[in-house]
C-alpha cells in the first residue's frame, strides 16, 4: 500500500483484480511486442506519476505472460492487447494472490499490525528462493515490486543482486512514482516504460469501474476534472468534502511564501485524527503543487536549480512525515504547519 493510500481507496478493485486497462496504449504495446520478439528484457521500469495505472498495467502484463508461457505461439503473435479473460485460471489466481508463478514485494505490516514505511531486505531475499524454486510452477515467474521507491537500502541491494544474473524465464515489473530516484545500478539494467497521466475521460471511466459507480455520476466527473490524470487522486477526492479541501489548501498554496496561522488551523481541523481520506487529499494536493513547480522551472534554469533542489529535498521529507503521520496516526495540525513551515522556507 502506497504512504497516501486511505481506506476509502481499499474497498476499490486492488490492480491485480482489474482486467481492464484505460489509457496507456502505447506502453502495453511495447510490452506485448516485446514479449513475443522471444527477447523481452527481464526487468521492466514503469515510471510515472501516482495512480495513474501502472500497477494494473504490471498485473495486467504478468497475467498475460503467465497465460501465454510460449512467446511465439499462435495466440500471442495474434495477439493485438495484454487482455486476459477474467474467467482465465491464470486471472483468478492472480486475482485471489494465489499464482505460484507471480511474486510481489510491497510494504506489509509489522509485528504490531502497523504498515511498514518500506520494504525491508527480508521480504525481498524471498525472490531467491521464489526465483529458485522448481517445485511451485514451471515457465515464466513474474515478480512486480509495487514500488521500488519503497525499498530500504538493503532491500534494493538485495535485489539489484537479482538483477544482475537473472534466472532464466524470468521478469520483474518496478513501479516507480519518482524514477529519477532509482539507484542508478538498478536502472541500468532494466527498460525504461514512462506513462502518462490519463485523460480526463480514461480517469473517469477507470474510477468509475473500480469503484462500481456510474460514467455519468457528477461527483466522480468533478473528481475527475480535479485529479490530473490520476484515479487514485480522482478515488481520493470523490466527496465534496475532499474536493472543498483540495481548494482550500490550494489557496493557502497560492499565498506562499506567506503564511497564514489562523487558516493552517482551520486546516488541521477540518482533517481530522482519523480521517485518512482527508489526509491523503491534502498530500495529495501538496504532492500536484509540488510536482507542477519541478516540471515548470523559470526562464533562467541555472538560478533556478538551487530552488528546485530545495523543493525536492522538502517534498521528500513531507513524503515520510505523511507515511508516519497515517501509519502511527499521529495528530494531523502539527503535521499541517511543518508542510507549510518547510514549503514557505523553499519558497523565499
Known sequence: MSPRQTEAETTVAHPRETTDLFGHREAEAALLNA????????????????????????YRMARFVLAHRDPLAGQVQRATTLQVDADDPVARQVAAGAHGGLLTLERSL????????????DETRETISFFGSTAAVEGWRVCIVDTVDELNPNAANALLKILEEPPQQSLFLLISHAPARVLPTILSRCRKLALRPLSEADVVGAAAQAARLSGDDPA???????????VA????LLGGDNLKLQQRTAALLASLPRVDPRELHALGDSLGLSDR????????????????????PDLDANASLPRLARLAEVWEKIAR???????????????????????AEATR
Not at 38 to 55: C, S, Y
Not at 279 to 285: C, E, I, N, P
Not at 321 to 333: G, P, W
Open 321 to 343: 512525515a505523511a507515511r508516519d503521520t497515517q501509519d502511527y496516526n499521529l495528530e494531523r495540525k502539527p503535521f499541517v504547519f511543518s508542510v507549510f513551515g518547510m514549503l
Open 233 to 236: 487522486r480522482a478515488l481520493t
Open 220 to 230: 466522480l466527473v468533478e473528481a475527475a476534472g480535479a485529479a490530473e490524470g490520476s
Open 277 to 296: 481520506v482527508a489526509l491523503g487529499a491534502f498530500v495529495d494536493s501538496i504532492e500536484a503543487w509540488v510536482a507542477e513547480r519541478l516540471r515548470a
Open 110 to 121: 509489522n509485528d504490531k499490525g502497523v504498515m511498514r514505511t518500506v520494504i525491508t531486505v
Open 35 to 58: 514479449y513475443r520478439s522471444g527477447r523481452i528484457a527481464h526487468a521492466w521500469l514503469l515510471g510515472g506519476a501516482q495512480g495513474i495505472g501502472k500497477a494494473t498495467l504490471a
